[in-house]
């Protein structure tokens, strides 16, 4: 079997599997506020204005997104991933401004089957790395004053989200023992597929070597400074 061909069975061995069914059933979960982090520099993640979370396409009535007054949603799920599993719920749409930023088109496109051979332990990296487009708009869209109360959202709130909550939070300033214990916080909802923390260590790595969050963000990511500093100043309590 030839080099090109033996990359092909191995994009088709790492497809993308969903398990939808399971998915339906934490509609709403894996919420939380990213407010109240203590950073390295003496401050404060404000309360009350970002928040993350697994898919809504069902909202109880008692779930506390209804208390938060939030004024955008961001979806991150992929467009495929929207159709089996639905848009959010209407009690949501209804009262913000919604943002699908389809991440994850790529992985269902036949012409991408390369994408997948990417190497093990890295996984949460290739969420970065090959969605570069997407991440710009992200957090371009983070810098917009009036976007907050803000909720993003995957479908289980846990990897691509993950890793967009890691970079927020490093790019605020707080300690990396605490991005860890966030992104591990979702092994609640799924505990019997557990995340750990050594699936953060290449980001991390990838983050350093290109000179810390800042310099990732603008050199890698896309994202203007002045848009990093209006984060900052919108999610960073004085």
């Known amino acids: 079997m030839s080099e090109n061909q033996n990359r092909k069975a191995s994009a088709r061995e790492k497809k993308v599997i969903i398990d939808f069914d399971m998915l339906r059933k934490v509609s709403a979960r894996n ?4 407010g109240g982090h203590p950073t390295r520099e003496g401050r404060q993640v404000k309360s009350g204005l970002i928040y993350r979370s697994s898919h809504l396409a069902q909202v109880p009535d008692e ?4 208390e938060v007054g939030l004024r955008t949603l961001v979806t991150l799920q992929s467009r495929v991933e929207v159709t089996h599993l639905g848009p959010p719920d209407d009690s949501v749409l209804k009262t913000v ?4 930023i389809p991440m994850g088109d790529v992985w269902f496109e036949k012409r991408n ?4 051979t990417r190497e093990e332990g890295k996984e949460h990296l290739f969420l970065i790395m090959t969605l570069v487009t997407d991440w710009r708009r992200f957090y371009r869209l983070l810098a917009e004053p009036d976007v907050y109360p ?7 709130g846990r990897d691509r989200t993950g890793v967009g909550a890691a970079m927020l ?4 300033g707080v300690d990396r023992d605490r991005i860890v214990e966030d992104f591990l916080e979702s092994n609640l909802v799924f505990p019997a597929v557990p995340l750990k923390p050594k699936q953060l260590v290449p980001v991390f ?3 350093d070597e290109a000179g810390g969050i800042r310099a990732f963000l603008r050199d890698v990511i896309g994202v203007d400074e002045k848009h990093l500093d209006e984060i ?3 999610l960073l309590e004085s």
């Open 31 to 34: 919420f939380r506020d990213l």
């Open 63 to 66: 779930h506390p997104l209804h």
């Open 97 to 100: 401004r919604w943002e699908h």
């Open 113 to 116: 089957e390369d994408l997948f």
């Open 150 to 156: 803000l909720l993003f959202h995957c479908s289980a």
């Open 169 to 172: 939070l490093d790019l605020l």
């Open 205 to 207: 790595e990838a983050i």
């Open 232 to 234: 900052r100043d919108r």
